[in-house]
């Protein structure tokens, strides 16, 4: 069972920036993909950035593009987002996610088999 674990996430003033981390206990052939969801209080939770860990093929949210990265260190079995230029509509509790090779969507939560336990990101204004 592959388990994530997010570090990272706090509180920044708007237009500050954070680095949050995400380690998996083991990279198997379980996990081809990597995404970083977000949920703020009474909304769903939503698709925020994800990537592949072999060719590092990268896909953002509107919302966050060209202001999030995500990256991975294979070395490590870590994948981060750096947010830089954050807003108070960024903040949210931040989900680290992984899945197996998949033809379904990668925007989708519910194509995710793995779940980290999430780590708060609040931005004032």
């Known amino acids: 069972q592959v388990q994530l674990v997010e570090s990272g996430g706090g509180l920044v003033q708007a237009g500050g920036s954070l680095r949050l981390s995400c380690v998996a206990s083991e990279r198997t052939s379980s996990i081809h993909r990597m995404g970083w969801f977000r949920q703020a209080p009474g909304k769903e939770r939503e698709f925020v950035a994800t990537i592949t860990w072999s060719g590092g093929t990268t896909y953002y949210a509107d919302s966050v593009k060209g202001r999030f990265t995500i990256s991975r260190d294979n070395a490590k079995n870590t994948v981060y987002l750096q947010m830089n230029s954050l807003k108070p509509d960024d903040t949210a509790v931040y989900y680290c996610?992984?899945?197996?090779?998949?033809?379904?969507?990668?925007?989708?939560?519910?194509?995710?088999?793995?779940w980290g336990q999430g780590t708060q990101v609040t931005v004032s204004s």
């Open positions: 996610a992984a899945r197996p090779p998949s033809n379904r969507g990668y925007n989708l939560s519910n194509n995710y088999n793995y």
